[in-house]
């Protein structure tokens, strides 16, 4: 069964760094527009930043814009999420996902809840925690 695989979550201090990497073994990224979530504790889970399959045009929500970068290496088959300049509302276990019935990646697409439903491989997440 296809599953993204998230890694390099950790506990950074507040105006920290962390890079983030998702990788689904038999996925080819590019034939989907690929969204970074994450979930807080008692919170819903929410959109975070996106990057398109073909054009690799990005969007990012409000509560991270100049603060993350989703970038994608097509010959690692891997998107990263850059994030700076970290918050302890960054807190979160955080995931990516693939959006199976669009190739373009839009605010709504990202961040309305009612488009949740399309995105699937959902993996394990991996944990960031920022200490202030």
């Known amino acids: 069964q296809v599953q993204f695989v998230e890694s390099g979550g950790g506990v950074v201090h507040s105006g920290g760094s962390v890079r983030l990497s998702c990788a689904a073994p038999?996925?080819?990224?590019?034939?989907?527009?690929i969204g970074w979530f994450r979930q807080a504790p008692g919170k819903e889970r929410e959109g975070v930043s996106g990057?398109?399959?073909?054009?690799?045009?990005?969007c990012y929500a409000d509560s991270v814009k100049g603060r993350f970068t989703i970038s994608k290496d097509r010959a690692k088959n891997t998107v990263y999420l850059q994030m700076n300049s970290l918050k302890p509302e960054d807190t979160a276990l955080y995931y990516c996902?693939?959006?199976?019935?669009?190739?373009?990646?839009?605010?709504?697409?990202?961040?309305?809840?009612?488009?949740?439903?399309?995105?699937?491989?959902w993996g394990q997440g991996t944990q960031v925690t920022v200490s202030s």
């Open positions: 996902a693939a959006n199976l019935m669009r190739r373009r990646i839009t605010d709504h697409l990202l961040t309305d809840r009612m488009f949740l439903h399309e995105y699937s491989y």
């Open positions: 038999g996925l080819f990224l590019d034939d989907y527009a």
């Open positions: 990057i398109s399959a073909s054009d690799g045009s990005t």
